[in-house]
């Protein structure tokens, strides 16, 4: 079991930076990465979902650079020099929540989101669900809080405190529900929404 204390990010970590078609296009620091408007590099976000079709949300540790204490999704980061996607996935939800999940690969996009004057994330992201059955350990290093929420609590949360929200998971949860339907339904009772 991994420790809920450990560092397991740094801003001199080295991201992928990547072109329009996901071809990498060389290796600069987490820091740098994310000064300015942004450099693109490799991402990925999971969506976790439990057995009562549940997603796990964490608020990011107040400690990041980047939208602190916001709401996310169950699991973001970025894959090492050389990792798979298949590889950084499973280590980042054994890091951050302690847990492993099946994950199916639903699409990738591009986006830039400017947070004030602190920096930027600008990301070419691959978006994974999955489904867990363990119990989860956050990693208060990197998570403030985690919980659990339904589609019908979600989304009303969404109109009342959108600005809560990092921009990347609600620009995922959008495509997820207009473009990626079928797949999200494998995991999620949609009710008709």
């Known amino acids: 079991m991994a420790s809920a204390h450990r560092a397991v990010s740094s801003e001199s970590e080295e991201l992928i930076l990547v072109d329009e078609n996901d071809n990498e296009a060389g290796y600069l620091s987490k820091a740098l990465a994310h000064d300015g408007g942004g450099i693109l590099h490799r991402a990925f ?16 540790a107040a400690s990041k650079r980047l939208w602190p204490q916001f709401w996310s999704n169950s699991c973001c980061s970025h894959p090492r020099r050389g990792e798979s996607l298949e590889l950084a996935t499973q280590r980042r939800l054994q890091d951050e929540l302690n847990v492993h999940a099946e994950l199916e690969y639903v699409y990738k996009f591009s986006y830039q989101a400017d947070f004030g004057n602190l920096g930027a994330e600008h990301e ?53 529900r207009t473009d990626h339907r079928a797949k999200l339904r494998r995991y999620v009772d949609l009710q008709g929404r």
């Open 45 to 60: 976000s999971v969506f976790l979902f439990n057995d009562n079709g549940e997603l796990l949300l964490q608020r990011r």
């Open 124 to 176: 070419l992201c691959h978006v994974y669900l999955g489904k867990i059955h363990d119990e989860v350990q956050a990693n208060d290093q990197e998570i403030d809080s985690i919980r659990f929420v339904s589609v019908v609590d979600l989304e009303a949360e969404f109109e009342s405190a959108r600005d809560q929200f990092t921009p990347w998971f609600l620009m995922e949860w959008d495509a997820l």
